[in-house]
């Protein structure tokens, strides 16, 4: 079983940057992709970017892109998701997500098989 853990988020103002980071622990941790989503309030949860854990292809929402840049560090299990520019709208909580199959959607949650309890984003003006 996998166990995803988020940490970085929290309160920032409009214009500035946040890094979040994902460490993944479990001994059967050998994903296809890593991705991040994010949840707003009464909104539901939507793609941000992802990964792939070997080739390093990166994908992004196209709200996001240019903005927010996500890595990985395969010695650390770990993924991160540097936001630059955040915006009022960028107010979410982020989850972490890794994806163990090859097939199937990066863009969506149902691609994913595990998912770690998430991390809020606030942003102010």
């Known amino acids: 079983q996998v166990q995803l853990v988020e940490s970085g988020g929290g309160l920032v103002q409009a214009g500035g940057s946040l890094r979040l980071s994902c460490a993944a622990s479990?001994?059967?941790?050998?994903?296809?992709?890593m991705g991040w989503f994010r949840q707003a309030p009464g909104k539901e949860r939507r793609f941000v970017s992802a990964?792939?854990?070997?080739?390093?292809?990166?994908y992004y929402a196209d709200s996001q892109s240019g903005r927010f840049t996500i890595s990985r560090d395969n010695a650390k299990n770990t993924v991160y998701l540097q936001m630059n520019s955040l915006q009022l709208e960028d107010t979410a909580v982020y989850y972490c997500?890794?994806?163990?199959?090859?097939?199937?959607?990066?863009?969506?949650?149902?691609?994913?098989?595990?998912w770690g309890q998430g991390t809020q984003v606030t942003v102010s003006s």
């Open positions: 990964i792939t854990w070997s080739g390093s292809n990166t």
């Open positions: 479990g001994r059967t941790f050998n994903p296809y992709a």
């Open positions: 997500a890794a994806k163990s199959r090859t097939w199937g959607t990066l863009l969506y949650d149902s691609g994913y098989d595990s």
